[in-house]
Nanobody, 122 residues
Framework: QVQLVESGGGLVQAGGSLTLSCAAP??????MAWFRQAPGQEREFVGG????????DYADSVKGRFTISRDNAKNTAYLQMNSLEPEDTAAYYC?????????????????WGQGTQVTVSS
């Protein structure tokens, strides 16, 4: 069973920045994405990136503040989060798919990380 390994969460003040990493040891996925889930809410799509890095997709709530990138030599994806807001507080999950266009639905991603907490204080 492939397990994605996340790191980089933590506590930050509003307006600050954090970078999350997601490693896929020994495996390569065509599409990698980030989701988040706040207490009592459904898991929501944050953004995704295709193999070549040229195709990205972002939720409207993070567009212009978050950037996804990947280093295929390291089998790692990154989520750079700038101008963080208290509303960004959630557990962030990395997800991966071998499909070309898995879209924004969690059910289309068979592989998941354990989650990392991001807390933004006001």
């Amino acid at each position: 069973q492939v397990q994605l390994v996340e790191s980089g969460g933590g506590l930050v003040q509003a307006g600050g920045s954090l970078t999350l990493s997601c490693a896929a040891p020994g495996d390569i996925f065509y599409y990698m994405a980030w989701f988040r889930q706040a207490p009592g809410q459904e898991r929501e799509f944050v953004g995704g990136i295709a193999w070549n890095g040229d195709s990205t997709d972002y939720a409207d709530s993070v567009k212009g503040r978050f950037t996804i990138s990947r280093d295929n030599a390291k089998n790692t994806a990154y989520l750079q989060m700038n101008s963080l807001e208290p509303e960004d507080t959630a557990a962030y999950y990395c997800a991966a798919s071998r499909r070309y266009t898995p879209g924004r639905f969690p059910r289309n991603y068979p592989y998941w990380g354990q989650g990392t907490q991001v807390t933004v204080s006001s």
